[in-house]
C-alpha cells in the first residue's frame, strides 16, 4: 500500500498564478485533511472533507479552495497564490468519520508534503 | 490557554539518556491522546496512541492523566535515531478534527 500521495513534491509559483494539489489514499479513509506548516506555527487545518460530499473549513481557509473527487481524492486550489502561501502542504487521512470517536478512528495518516515557494 | 501547549526544547541529551516530555491540554473532554513524530522536512508519523491506563512501546511509555490535562512520553535508552520533533496531538472533543501542539525538538548527541 501507498498510503496517502501528494503530488507536486515542489512548486515554485509566481504571485498571482494558480495551481492545483493533489493528494490521494488508498486506505479506504472517509475523512482527508489539508494542512500548512510554517516555522514556528505548528500544523494548522486548511480544510477537511469528514465524509466523500463534504468538505469543511478549518482554522486557515481564506485563499484555498478544495475538492472532494471522490473517495480517494481530496485536491486543493489556490486560486491566485501569494507570498504569504509559501508553506509546507501536508494532506492526511483517517478511517472517520465522526460517528465514533477514539485512537482508531482518529488516526491521521500524512502524505509526504508539498514544499510550495510564491515569489 | 491554547488548546495544546508544548515545551518548544530543544532538549539536548547523550545517548543512552532517559528524557521526558509533557503535554497539557485544555478541553476536559477530549477522546483520544496520541504522540506523533515529525523528522526534519518530513511528514508527521504516529509514534504511539495514548491511553487512559498508560501504554508501553519498546523504549517508549506514554501516560494520559486527565485529572491534571496532561499527556507525557518517556523515552528510555535514547538512541541517535530519536532526533526528532515530537507532536503532541489531541481529539478536543467529540466529533471533531486533531489538535496538534507545536511540537518538542529532541537532540541526541553521541
Not at chain 1, 100 to 105: C, D
Not at chain 2, 51 to 64: C, I, P, W
Request: glycine share 8%; net charge positive.
Amino acid at each position: 500500500n501507498a498510503g496517502v500521495t501528494q503530488t507536486p513534491k515542489f512548486q515554485v509559483l509566481k504571485t498571482g498564478q494558480s495551481m492545483t494539489l493533489q493528494c490521494a489514499q488508498d486506505m479506504n479513509h472517509n475523512s482527508m485533511y489539508w494542512y500548512r506548516q510554517d516555522p514556528g506555527m505548528g500544523l494548522r487545518l486548511i480544510y477537511y472533507s469528514a465524509s466523500e460530499g463534504t468538505t469543511d473549513k478549518g482554522e486557515v481557509p481564506n485563499g484555498y479552495n478544495v475538492s472532494r473527487l471522490n473517495k480517494r481524492e481530496f485536491s486543493l486550489r489556490l486560486e491566485s497564490a501569494a507570498p504569504s502561501q509559501t508553506s509546507v502542504y501536508f494532506c492526511a487521512s483517517s478511517a472517520g468519520p465522526f460517528i465514533t470517536s477514539g485512537p482508531s478512528t482518529d488516526t491521521q495518516y500524512f502524505g509526504p508534503g508539498t514544499r510550495l515557494t510564491v515569489l | 490557554r491554547k488548546e495544546v501547549e508544548q515545551d518548544p526544547g530543544p532538549f539536548n541529551v547523550p545517548e543512552g539518556a532517559t528524557v521526558a516530555f509533557n503535554c497539557t491540554y485544555s478541553n476536559s473532554a477530549s477522546q483520544s491522546f496520541f504522540w506523533y513524530r515529525q523528522d526534519c522536512r518530513k511528514e508527521p508519523k504516529l509514534l504511539m496512541s495514548v491511553y487512559s491506563s498508560g501504554n508501553e512501546d519498546g523504549r517508549f511509555t506514554a501516560q494520559l492523566n486527565r485529572a491534571s490535562q496532561y499527556i507525557s512520553l518517556l523515552i528510555r535508552d535514547s538512541k541517535l535515531s530519536d532526533s526528532a520533533t515530537y507532536l503532541c496531538v489531541v481529539n478536543p472533543e467529540r466529533y471533531s478534527t486533531l489538535t496538534f501542539g507545536k511540537g518538542t525538538m529532541l537532540l541526541v548527541s553521541p
